[in-house]
């Protein structure tokens, strides 16, 4: 029998600027239709507070639900957020494709 509650989720494990550690699930639908949307913007385009605002989204489903606080989102600049959201995105890809 498959039991959504006994199994084991991936999660990506990442740690803030003032060293709080995270576990970052695999998305659910709405981050992950965030994610695809994201994706699709072009440089010129880009909106430090929408990109800023997904991150949010994705922290805040980490599974210790631990609050990420407003001060620990502004201490995360344009290149910590790029490198997080490619770093994301490769672990749901590579948990998409992994037969297991």
């Known amino acids: 029998m498959l ?9 990506m494990e990442i740690e803030l600027h003032d060293g709080t550690k995270l576990r970052i699930p695999m998305p659910n639908k709405d981050v992950f239709d965030d ?6 913007i072009s ?3 880009i909106v430090m ?3 800023a605002d997904l991150v ?3 922290l805040a489903s980490n599974t210790g639900k631990i609050a990420v606080t407003e001060e620990q989102l502004r201490e995360l600049d344009l290149e ?8 994301y995105a490769a672990f749901v890809t590579k ?3 992994d037969p297991n």
Not at 3 to 11: A, E, G, L, Q, V
Not at 35 to 40: I, N, P, Q, T
């Open 3 to 11: 039991s959504f509650r006994k199994r084991k989720k991936r999660t």
């Open 35 to 40: 994610l695809k949307e994201a994706s699709k």
């Open 43 to 45: 440089e010129p385009d």
């Open 49 to 51: 507070d929408d990109l």
């Open 56 to 58: 949010a989204a994705i």
């Open 80 to 87: 910590d957020i790029k490198d997080f959201l490619e770093e």
């Open 95 to 97: 948990g998409l494709s």
